[in-house]
């Protein structure tokens, strides 16, 4: 299989939330994300009803494939830290464990000392809690939800 | 890279528009935009220049519908056509779950046609990837313009492997859903196979 799926399961997913949770109230930031590094959304915690999350997560994982391709020229392993820097609000995006991306928005309520600090201990539980997810999906006998369905069920999607 | 979440029970998969400059990769994303209901769709997202050519990528979340309780999102982007932004087509194709290459029908682009294909070879080839293996369809696209080549030239030039194949007129819609509904058809008969 040259393409494996990105599997998220009840428990890890919950266990996400609550990190992101948790890092949202100890940061003091507004919003915390977490995308794959193919630009879909994992979760999200705080302000998130005006904000199109989903847009958010694919220009952020452009924006962190464009980095990796400028560290790859520079012969850089990777630049695993960005962070802009606006006059209402200011984006912490770290790469966690070259998998997936953690970003924070945060404004004047917090400083970037304290979203620094607080990431970092957020992105080692983060990557455990990955590690933990990858194996569970690499063990055999987990299938595809999607072995049970037939051509049918795919045909009726398209004629609705 | 399919995407499956057993708790919100969804399934996002990545369609990646591909094709020579200018061959209406960003006009197909605009019509299927235009044409989707509103609770569907997510914005669209166009990094351009200010000429209007794509600089780095388009994007366009889609909702298809559900099989059996799960929710298919499909996102789908484009690439930029120009040679020279050969380095942000390959971020593109990262984990690409689906591949729709354009064509631009004129006679004139037929060389810029075959390289372009050629470039999706090798940038796929590069990741681990092989066209031959992957949800794979190619639309010929602005066959109302006069100076076009036969559908059986086209297809001896760029789909030598006989995949699903469609005529089109992107900004009138001519063939878009068509090509949009065979790739997604292809990519969740994928994911049936356990891809």
Redesign the interface.
Known sequence: ??????????EE??QIQVLCDKLVRESNSRTVFIV?????L?SASGEVENV?T??LA??TA?NV??T??MAKLLREEEFATQFHEGVKANVHIQLVGNRVILVVIFDARSSLGLVRLRVKKSADELNQIFEKLLRKVAEPGL???????T?E???N??N? | ???????SRE??C?IVYYGPGLCGKTTNLHFIYTKTNPEAK??M?S?ATETERTL??D?L?LS?????G?K?RF?LYTVPGQVFYD??R???L????GVVFVADSQIERMEANGESLENLRLNLAEQ???LD?LPYVVQYNKRDLPNVASKEELHGLLNPTGVPEYEAVAPTGVGVFDTL?AV??LV??E??R??
């Open positions: 299989m040259v393409n494996p799926q990105m599997v998220m399961y009840e997913f919950n794959d590094k193919n630009g879909q994992i199109d989903t847009s694919s220009l452009g494939a464009a990796g391709g299938d595809s939800p999607f072995a049970e369905i051509d069920d795919i045909d999607l398209f609705e | 890279m399919s995407f499956i979440n057993y708790l399934i996002n990545k997510g914005k997202i990094l780095f990528f994007f979340p298809l519908g559900e099989i059996r799960f298919t996102h380095a942000s390959k971020l593109i990262k984990g690409v779950d681990g990837y092989s293996k509904k997604a058809k969740l008969t994911l049936k356990g891809g």
